[in-house]
């Protein structure tokens, strides 16, 4: 146990030399990291929520309108399949959570049944999926020759699930183009999505890009009849609606119902300036079907208006001059610089499959993660040196070899830390103050074991051996139930939990491998050097 290699005492020189370097970037002011070769580690812990500052905000996913968009879709499907087989119909309209429709002649209601059973799709994003197939509609016929068709359970529970997930993909790249770091964005429940971004000193306009649902589609422009005198009481021309302008006042259009270009095919969205009158805009790029299609319909209406509409908000309507071919446009209009680089960002982002509303907000300043940080300062500070004052006291040299094994297990812990980029927060630091009483916990095990040994009349060095040998199982024993505690708070818990258990777990390993592997290298060294000692300092 207590003869080292030289190519051992190497590798564990070279893992501490790794660990200061990662670690040492925490301690450098942000130029002088910058500065720094790239080869050389530069990344540093992230302060969390609670000890820099920032936006909290829970919000809730409108799953409700994905089912009505769905019911929607579905009653197009039935109006065209019962057409394209030529089977009469009446009373087709939405009903509780399903759609009905009667059958005009009985003796087409099989052919009918057939027809609507086909619209029936299987339910996708469910760990049964591939053993069993489940449809997402029941179709049923209710009374004489009426059908009704409503989603299932199962469908609406899939559906609702897998908006969620899209909503919180999305949101997360719309925080990212903020240039945040560590946000947290994470599902709480069935519908809630919680938000949580660090160092973000303008929750305002986070609130404004998440409140979004940034469904941007292309219209032309309906010159049959004028806005305002639909808002006059006019009934807009069938295949028509009217919209307004996001503006102060607000200026009526009437748009044709169907898109020209969805988008959905948008593939990039900057900000860029107007060459004559240095105006921002926001410059975009369809992907090749978008773009062939977008330019078919501008070559082909030549001199009309189109409108681009933002969640139902007209934002531009432009004549067309001449076909916009390439795939590519831009948006003008009285936008500030961010107020176009937030509209780029939405449209880069993509649009939310439903809107969302915000249930909670906390904004937490600065002030109150720095009353967090120095307190967490202080108690680290008063639990090392108050480890350090015990374990001298107690066991001499050997318990300053233990102490210079703290300082490297703090400074591997955050080197671990530096090195996955991971963000700290309060009950992260009670982690580690947590860690650095456990770190000199196997050594107090091995000591004791070693003074044990002596007082049977053993020879220092068989005393040294026997007690490392003999405390490698408890030790061993004492760490697993730990970390596998650790473990269980990770799986189990979210947020700050997870950085308690993450630090708790990464202290373990570094503990042990400190207390059993450079304290013991300590001791060898040491002993070396005495060759055969009489007594031990401890």
Sequence with gaps: MLHFSKFKITGIALLMLVGVMFALPNFMREETRLSLPDFVPSGTLNLGLDL??????????????????????LTSDIRLALRGERIGYSGLSRIDNGVSVTIRDAADMEKAATVLQDLAQPVSGGVLTSFEQRADLDVENTQGQTFVLRATPDAIAARNTRTVQQSIEIIRRRVDELGTTEPTIQRQGEKRILVQVPGLDDPERLKALLGQTAKMNFHLVDQTINGYDVVGGKRPPAGSRLVYTDTEPEVPYVIRRRAIVSGERLVDASVGFDQQTNAPEVNFRFDTLGGRKFGEVTQANIGRPFAIV?????????????????GSGRITGNFSVQEANDLAILLRAGALPAPMSILEERTVGPGLGADSVAAGRIALIVGFFAVIGFMVVSYSLFGLFANVALI???????????????TLTLPGIAGIV???????????LIFERIREELALD????????????RALSTIFDANVTTFLAAIILFQLGSGPIRGFAITLAIGIVTSVFTAFVLTRLFVALWLRRQGKPEALPL
């Design 408 to 422: 490297a297990n703090l400074l591997l812990i955050m080197a671990v830390l530096s090195g996955l980029q991971a």
């Design 310 to 326: 933002l969640d139902d908000k007209v934002i531009s309507a432009p004549i067309i001059q001449s076909a916009i071919l390439g």
């Design 434 to 444: 947590l860690t650095v009483g456990m770190a000199v916990d196997a050594n107090v």
């Design 458 to 469: 053993k020879a220092p060095i068989i005393a040294i051996d026997m007690g490392y040998s």
């Design 52 to 73: 820099q500052g920032g936006s909290h905000l829970l919000l809730s996913v409108d799953t409700d309108s994905v089912q009505r968009e769905r019911l929607e879709d």
